[in-house]
């Protein structure tokens, strides 16, 4: 199993631009989420999918769009890039709520 | 909202010894779970250990266990014997029974000297 796997690995955007980032995981998992990482900070929820076609708000939703017509794959979308959005996006999984939650490798994004 | 905090930005060890990395929580919940997560400069996130609330022993694994202090809110981290390999971020979670976010702390970065 590849487990978790995020593409792109790095990413600069200028300021207005839209991109996608493409999260796919392997094991089966109902549960998908993204998460947001600023510097010296740790994780904050953005969306997460509790199935195909299923998807709910995080703490910080705002400037992100998601879908999930699949149970593999959850991207993430940014439209109308702001510098506020450069973080570090991780995305993971979970068999369900009270699982472990597996994470991806995660994607640098700079919006300048 | 529950919030999750930890006053130790960076902690270092000597190889071999045993370092102990705070955290304390914040919730009216009484049914929750609580995670320390390694993330080493690859920005991979790891579980470390898990603590159910319900549970009154503490959890352990391997090298790691932890000191959950429920009515103090407080869930500490030890790791004995360190070695190089643990030099990481490691940040605390929670996370409500009915929730799906986990809450993460600020994260505590660990060195290991040799």
């Known amino acids: 199993n590849a487990g978790v796997t995020q593409t792109p690995k790095f990413r600069i955007l200028k300021i207005g631009q839209s991109m996608t980032l493409q999260c796919t995981q392997d094991?089966?998992?109902?549960?998908m989420y993204w998460y947001r990482q600023d510097p010296g900070m740790g994780l904050k929820l953005i969306y997460y999918?509790?199935?195909?076609?299923?998807?709910d708000k995080g703490e910080v939703p705002n400037g992100y769009n998601v879908s999930r017509s699949t149970t593999e794959d959850f991207p993430l979308r940014l439209e109308l890039a702001a510098p506020s959005q450069t973080s570090v996006y991780f995305c993971?999984?979970?068999?369900?709520?009270?699982?472990?939650?597996?994470f991806g490798p995660g994607t640098r994004l700079t919006v300048t | 909202a529950q919030t999750v905090t930890q006053s130790q930005p960076e902690m270092s060890v000597q190889e071999a010894e045993t370092v102990t990395l705070s955290c304390t929580y914040d919730?009216?919940?009484?049914?929750?779970?609580l995670f320390w997560y390694k993330q080493p400069p690859s920005r991979q996130m790891i579980l470390v250990i898990r603590?159910?609330?319900?549970?009154?022993q503490n959890a352990t694994e391997n090298r790691f266990s932890v000191n959950f202090q429920k009515a103090a809110k407080s869930f500490s981290l030890k790791i004995s014997d360190s070695q190089l390999g643990d030099a990481a971020m490691y940040f605390c979670?929670?996370?409500?029974?009915?929730?799906?976010?986990?809450?993460f702390g600020q994260g505590t970065r660990l060195t290991i000297n040799p």
């Open positions: 993971a999984s979970s068999h369900g709520p009270l699982y472990e939650q597996y």
């Open positions: 094991m089966n998992h109902n549960y």
């Open positions: 999918s509790v199935g195909a076609g299923i998807t």
């Open positions: 919730t009216s919940e009484s049914d929750y779970y």
């Open positions: 603590q159910e609330a319900y549970k009154q």
């Open positions: 979670a929670y996370r409500s029974s009915g929730a799906q976010k986990l809450v």
